[in-house]
C-alpha cells in the first residue's frame, strides 16, 4: 500500500518554462518531506525538503509547496533547464519514526 | 570525496545462487540503509541501521540479511537467490534520520539480474 504517490510518470516541458511535479500522500502522520533527483546510473540526490510547519520552501529554481489538508504537495522548477532531465522522487516522513516513504518517481524531460 | 561506495555495480546470478552487496561510507554516518527500486515502485526500504553492530527490518526484508560490523560497512546478502529479487539496490547513510539539512547519501547502485 504505498503511502507516497507520484501519479505523473513522466512529464515534459520546454527549455525555460515552468515544471510542476505534484505528490500526493495518505498518512496524516508525515511530517517531513523531501525531493530527491536522479539522474540514469547514478544514485537519488537530495534536492529540497520542507517540514509540515511551513507551506512552501524555496531553494534557488526549486520551490516546494505544501497543502497539508489536501495532503499534497508540489514541486516547480523555474526555469526548467536541459540538466534538470531526470527523474524526481518525492518521499516522506514521520519524526516518530524517521523512515522514509518514496513515491514512485516522476520522469522529467526537458526539450530545446 | 567517496561519498558512498557500492560494489558491484552489476551482477548477474543464477537461481539459488548467494551474494553479498557492499556499501562502504566516509562521512562517518551512524545511519545507513539498504533499498530496492523496481519499476513503478520507488525506493523501498530492506533493512537498516541506526549504528554499528545494529540492523533492523524495514519494508521489504523477507530474503535478505545485513549486518553491520563497522561504522563505514554495510552488507546486505542474499542466501538463496530468486529472480522476484532482480533489481537495482541502492545504500544510503545519514547522521540521522536523514531530514533537515542532513538527508540521506545514496550510492550509484547496483543492479542485479536473477536468472
Aim: hydrophobic share 35%; charged share 15%.
Amino acid at each position: 500500500d504505498q503511502q507516497v504517490k507520484q501519479n505523473s510518470p513522466s512529464l515534459s516541458v520546454q527549455e525555460g518554462r515552468i515544471s510542476i511535479l505534484n505528490c500526493d500522500y495518505t498518512n496524516s502522520m508525515f511530517d517531513y518531506f523531501l525531493w530527491y533527483k536522479k539522474y540514469p546510473a547514478e544514485g537519488p540526490t537530495f534536492l529540497i525538503s520542507i517540514s509540515s510547519i511551513k507551506d512552501k520552501n524555496e531553494d534557488g529554481r526549486f520551490t516546494v509547496f505544501l497543502n497539508k489538508s489536501a495532503k499534497h504537495l508540489s514541486l516547480h522548477i523555474v526555469p526548467s533547464q536541459p540538466g534538470d532531465s531526470a527523474v524526481y522522487f518525492c518521499a516522506a516522513s514521520g519524526n516518530s519514526w524517521g523512515k522514509l516513504q518514496f513515491g514512485a518517481g516522476t520522469q522529467v524531460v526537458v526539450t530545446p | 570525496n567517496a561519498g558512498v561506495t557500492q560494489t558491484p555495480k552489476f551482477r548477474v546470478l543464477k537461481t539459488g545462487q548467494s551474494m553479498t552487496l557492499l556499501c562502504a561510507q566516509d562521512m562517518n554516518h551512524e545511519y545507513m540503509y539498504w533499498y530496492r527500486q523496481d519499476p513503478g515502485m520507488g525506493l523501498r526500504l530492506i533493512h537498516y541501521s541506526v549504528g554499528e553492530g545494529t540492523t533492523a527490518k524495514g519494508e521489504v526484508p523477507d530474503g535478505y540479511n545485513v549486518s553491520r560490523l563497522k561504522k563505514q560497512n554495510f552488507l546486505l546478502g542474499l542466501e538463496s537467490a530468486a529472480p522476484s529479487q532482480t533489481s537495482v539496490y541502492f545504500c544510503a547513510s545519514s547522521y540521522s534520520w536523514g531530514m533537515g539539512n542532513q538527508p540521506q547519501h545514496f550510492g550509484d547502485g547496483t543492479r542485479l539480474s536473477i536468472l
